[in-house]
């Protein structure tokens, strides 16, 4: 592989749009125009107060940070690109028309929609859909992200590979919700009491983590193991303590987050179980935050990352990080268990030399 | 990619045949009898104690343990076979000549010999010419391992991925020798005085860890980063206390193992830091074993497995698991950073239906 992958990409940088300028959107947009060897040659986003203005002004920059004189605009409209990267919503239902639409502009996707990274855990014909397409105009579509699509599955995943034997997996990632606000805060029941949150897990308004299905299906998939069962609990974490943050403030007794655990099981067997609480200001009653995972097996793991790989940067260098990969990968839809593994671009080299990259796509 | 994937391997087993049958070989040769989606259909050691006997009893299972009824033969042989492991030496000079002679037999080859982990590292020429070679034939060879190959390396860059910006990474493996006989204890000088020791470092007899320089240059070069130097250092480790294992005694001032330091420098900024004391029973002195890799940067990683991964577990479970992943990679010397990631075979689904593999290769 060396003399072709060592070579530094020479030709033209890889051609990108953006399709979403939230919070992660934008944190996207900020490195792409920061990073050599990409072009950013569009930005959609229904944010009127964002619509007209220079990408770069749009996304936190000095508008003189780049040289980029891309305007953004309210809606998709086909432009000459590589990839685009989707950062919308977190349902496959909701972004596969989208997909769609980049694919017909001959376009691949790369999308953190929570649930694109293993789509086939929660809508097979879709899915499958997606994939004839992607195959079809020989281009390719990834789920990529933090979690799902690192720590509660890819990184497990890697882990095994120097295991020989394994009964089971336990991992878990505890965060500290305290930097979002109350949209998000609101999905994991915060401020709920506990009788509230009850409620909330029933009638939908309280979901938790949504990646669960696809972590697991990705661990169980790659390993070889025919998942019989899946369950899934949202407890209410409910404070002994005050705990504030800039945007709420929860007293003793009332609900401080979503204690979201997945159970996987092959026959009556327990075989994965992920844990991932979420809540404010964790330290509060002493809970350190961070990532973990164990395998029982041979040889056994026991790993630990302190404080967490921190969400929101890692998901947006993650998806940076993965366009290279993605566009070298086998038409389709792919996950992140059927590429290279990541790695961060840092240097012109890292962009390999690609004959679809270079060829236009 | 699922459908062609999820496919569990229904065609016949892939063909393996084992090239050195010491502690790591007869490991992997217990793993190919006991594991489905496998043959193994040869074994080569020159030991005249294994020569003849059935190879099931040659790696320490029952004789009756396995329906193979292959015998260890004393020579490489060609037979038919999709994949040749090779267990036989550490450095690239020593092994590159058995690589040929399996791929002039029309095998791929994973080895788990150190320096072909990026055999770059060493040899340019020789490295050049085996990718020649392997690309003509349509074959693949893979060096790989828990270190180099996965922890100092692999797991570093996989870790990356998740990175936007990295000032320096630095890692660590702290392991304990005592398992170990004589040979191994003698290259880490074991034993020796403090002048025995920096003699021994000289003379090239105390060699320390085999492979920093290709887990430097295969995070190096997947990151971008352009190596302007590189240094090594191999310092005695004094004990204060007595240490004991089975096969050695050492007393305090003497030698209980080699801390072996890597630093690679871009310009004069270093970058990565890899170390790797090896010694006898560290907890002797309250040092716990253990992996960390730490990164500085966006957002900063640290992270922790205690105890260490067990390296042999970890060396033979790692070549066997590579195995599918290497004959579905592109034909050519291959890099684990190459590669989808590893991945415990534990399943019939983990071994992927592959052209390469049904079709015969």
Redesign the interface.
């Given at each position: 592989?060396?003399?072709a992958?060592?070579n530094p990409y020479t030709g033209r940088p890889i051609r990108v749009v953006i399709w979403g300028l939230g919070a992660m959107g934008s944190k996207m947009g900020r490195?792409l125009l920061e990073k050599p060897g990409f072009a950013l040659v569009g930005a959609f986003d229904r944010d009127p107060s964002k619509v007209g203005r220079q990408v770069a002004e749009a996304v936190g920059l000095q508008p003189d940070a780049s040289a980029s004189r891309v305007a953004v605009e309210g809606e998709f409209r086909v432009v000459d690109a590589d990839v685009a990267i989707l950062a919308t919503g977190s349902f496959l239902s909701d972004v596969a028309p989208l997909i769609r639409r980049a694919l017909d502009a001959g376009m691949n996707v790369i999308t953190i929609a929570e649930e694109m990274a293993d789509p086939?855990a929660v809508g097979k014909e879709l899915?499958?859909a997606l994939?004839r397409t992607a195959r079809e105009k020989g281009l390719r579509i990834l789920g990529t992200g933090?979690n799902p699509g690192?720590i509660l599955d890819?990184?497990i995943?890697?882990l095994?590979?120097?295991?020989?034997?394994?009964r089971s997996i336990r991992a878990e990632r505890v965060n500290d919700l305290a930097p979002y606000g109350p949209t998000v805060l609101r999905t994991q029941g915060v401020g709920t009491t506990p009788d509230e949150f009850q409620r909330g897990v029933k009638n939908g308004n309280i979901v938790g983590h949504i990646g669960f299905p696809q972590s697991l299906r990705l661990i169980a998939?790659?390993?070889?193991?025919?998942i019989d069962r899946v369950e899934e609990e949202r407890r209410p974490i409910v404070t002994n303590v005050p705990r504030r943050t800039a945007y709420m403030e929860v007293l003793p007794g009332q609900v401080a987050g979503c204690h979201h655990v997945a159970r996987c099981y092959v026959g009556d067997q327990l075989v994965i179980t992920l844990e991932h609480p979420q809540q404010i200001t964790p330290e509060a009653e002493g809970v350190q935050t961070g990532d973990r995972i164990q395998i029982d097996?041979?040889?056994p793991?026991?790993?630990?990352?302190?404080?967490e790989?921190?969400g929101g940067?890692?998901?947006?260098?993650?998806a940076?990080?993965?366009i290279p990969r993605a566009l070298e990968g086998?038409p389709?839809?792919?996950?992140?268990?059927?590429?290279?593994?990541?790695?961060?671009?840092?240097?012109?080299?890292?962009?390999w030399r690609h004959g679809g990259v270079l060829a236009g796509v």
């Open positions: 592989m060396e003399p992958r060592s490195l086939w899915a499958d994939d933090i690192f890819s990184l995943v890697m095994t590979g120097v295991c020989s034997r394994i998939h790659t390993l070889g193991w025919n097996g041979v040889p793991i026991d790993l630990q990352i302190r404080p790989i921190a940067e890692a998901t947006a260098a993650i940076v990080n993965m086998p389709g839809l792919l996950r992140m268990i059927d590429l290279p593994m990541p790695a961060a671009i840092l240097g012109p080299q890292a962009i």
